[in-house]
């Protein structure tokens, strides 16, 4: 059973850091259409740079054992945000990805908890 979970963490933080990577870099170079999202929400175009280097960090830090549980719980909130925002502004169906990806967030850092721990030894 350990080998499954390990082949689990592997893959979901595979899947997170090239869907962070994905959602970061549009932001960071200011994509027309995110930038468009961004102002209809009511936020700022540096807010969203901000959003594209955290999630690009994020992506980077999933990579790092010791920075991995804090980076997928930073992920969490940022998508959690996305999630009510999408909830407040758009057709709720549109907040299905960032709740999922909210949640392997959750799971990954709790997950990998342990080489957080790991620094106090």
Same mark, same amino acid.
């Given at each position: 059973?350990?080998?499954?979970?390990?082949?689990?963490?592997?893959?979901?933080?595979?899947?997170?850091?090239?869907?962070?990577?994905?959602?970061?870099?549009?932001?960071?170079?200011?994509?027309?259409?995110?930038?468009?999202?961004?102002?209809?929400?009511?936020?700022?175009?540096?807010?969203?740079?901000?959003?594209?280097?955290?999630? =690009? %960090? *994020? /992506?980077?830090? +999933?990579? !790092?054992?010791?920075?991995?549980?804090?980076? @997928?719980?930073?992920?969490? #909130?940022? =998508? %959690? *945000? /996305?999630?009510? +925002?999408? !909830?407040?502004?758009?057709?709720?169906?549109? @907040?299905?990805?960032?709740? #999922?990806?909210? %949640?392997?967030?959750?799971? +990954?850092?709790?997950?990998?908890?342990?080489?957080?721990?790991?620094?106090?030894?």
């Amino acid at each position: 059973m350990g080998k499954k979970r390990s082949w689990l963490v592997t893959s979901t933080t595979g899947l997170l850091a090239v869907a962070f990577l994905m959602a970061g870099i549009p932001k960071l170079t200011g994509a027309e259409g995110m930038a468009e999202n961004f102002e209809r929400f009511g936020l700022s175009v540096s807010f969203m740079r901000f959003i594209g280097v955290s999630e =690009v %960090a *994020g /992506a980077v830090g +999933l990579f !790092l054992p010791r920075l991995a549980p804090l980076a @997928a719980g930073g992920l969490a #909130v940022i =998508v %959690a *945000g /996305a999630a009510v +925002l999408h !909830l407040m502004h758009d057709p709720a169906s549109q @907040a299905i990805p960032a709740g #999922v990806l909210t %949640a392997l967030c959750g799971f +990954l850092a709790y997950r990998r908890r342990g080489d957080f721990l790991s620094l106090t030894d």
